[in-house]
T-cell receptor
Framework: GAGVSQSPSNKVTEKGKDVELRCDPI?????LYWYRQSLGQGLEFLIY????????KSGLPSDRFSAERTGGSVSTLTIQRTQQEDSAVYLC????????????FGPGTRLTVL | AQKVTQAQTEISVVEKEDVTLDCVYE???????LFWYKQPPSGELVFLIR??????QNEISGRYSWNFQKSTSSFNFTITASQVVDSAVYFC????????????????FGQGTTLQVKP
């Protein structure tokens, strides 16, 4: 398991439902990032974790979005009361330490909100 | 403000042609990193190169080469003798790396250039 893994790979949900997206970073990587890729907005930063804390949540688009990281490893991005504009590919990346290190990306979760 | 511009939305070439993907960036910091990632049709972003702002040496890796010019704030990527497998979306990205300035290493991406290499 050398790379970043994400689950599920695809998620279809109905408007108004909550969804959870999971990211398993590369083992030993302390920094974890979530990004969103959508047709209209390109690739956008959402949130950054260093260990279990999130010093930068500036990219979360609304208070319906939240994320946590436990044990300095797995992270979960939760979207409450999903809207159609939340449809996108959600990408997770990890790096060894953060600031100056290369980020390696997972395969993403494609979220479709009907 | 930090910004990355990839003016070329789509490029189409015939196999074995050379192709250059342009990237222009804006940043307030003197310490930063530039990256190129490849996104093939499978969707996963694949890291290609990282360059810090103090290293302006050009780099070559096989058929790939990168030209970093601080004077023009550009970090262009050239594929020599393109192949069909090079078809993908290519993203240029910037991260500000000055410690103690609230930087977190988050990537600012350009809009991407779709490269199609025809046989």
């Amino acid at each position: 398991g050398a790379g970043v893994s994400q689950s599920p790979s695809n998620k279809v949900t109905e408007k108004g439902k909550d969804v959870e997206l999971r990211c398993d970073p590369i083992s030993g990587h302390t920094a974890l990032y979530w990004y969103r890729q959508s047709l209209g907005q390109g690739l956008e930063f959402l949130i950054y974790f260093q260990g279990n804390s999130a010093p930068d949540k500036s990219g979360l688009p609304s208070d319906r979005f939240s994320a946590e990281r436990t044990g300095g490893s797995v992270s979960t991005l939760t979207i409450q009361r999903t809207q159609q504009e939340d449809s996108a590919v959600y990408l997770c990346a990890s790096s060894i330490g953060g600031l100056t290190d290369t980020q390696y990306f997972g395969p993403g979760t494609r979220l479709t909100v009907l | 403000a930090q910004k990355v511009t990839q003016a070329q939305t789509e490029i189409s070439v015939v196999e074995k042609e050379d192709v250059t993907l342009d990237c222009v960036y804006e940043t307030r910091d003197t310490t930063y990193y530039l990256f190129w990632y490849k996104q093939p049709p499978s969707g996963e972003l694949v890291f290609l190169i990282r360059r810090n702002s103090f290293d302006e040496q050009n780099e070559i890796s096989g058929r790939y080469s990168w030209n970093f010019q601080k004077s023009t704030s550009s970090f262009n990527f050239t594929i020599t003798a393109s192949q069909v497998v090079d078809s993908a979306v290519y993203f240029c990205a910037l991260s500000e790396a000055l410690h103690g300035s609230g930087n977190t290493g988050k990537l600012i991406f350009g809009q991407g250039t779709t490269l199609q290499v025809k046989p």
